[in-house]
């Protein structure tokens, strides 16, 4: 039960860090709650597409 834990550890800690990611963004205000709902919903997946899909060239440097 210990690696569960530490898993969930770590995807809450990722979660945390794409919503401050979101929020630092450069886009508008909806897509950013949009994004934060999305990530929070489905905190793996919705990690994942964030960071290949959400971000902007302006975003990722």
């Given at each position: 039960m210990g690696s569960y834990s530490l898993l969930g550890t770590?995807?809450?800690?990722?979660?945390?860090?794409?919503?401050?990611?979101?929020?630092?963004?450069?886009?508008?205000?909806?897509?950013?709650?949009?994004w934060i709902i999305v990530v929070l919903i489905f905190p793996v997946v919705g990690m994942i597409v964030y960071y290949l899909v959400g971000r902007s060239s302006r975003d990722a440097a």
């Open positions: 770590i995807v809450v800690i990722l979660d945390i860090i794409a919503i401050i990611s979101v929020l630092l963004g450069s886009a508008s205000v909806s897509h950013k709650v949009i």
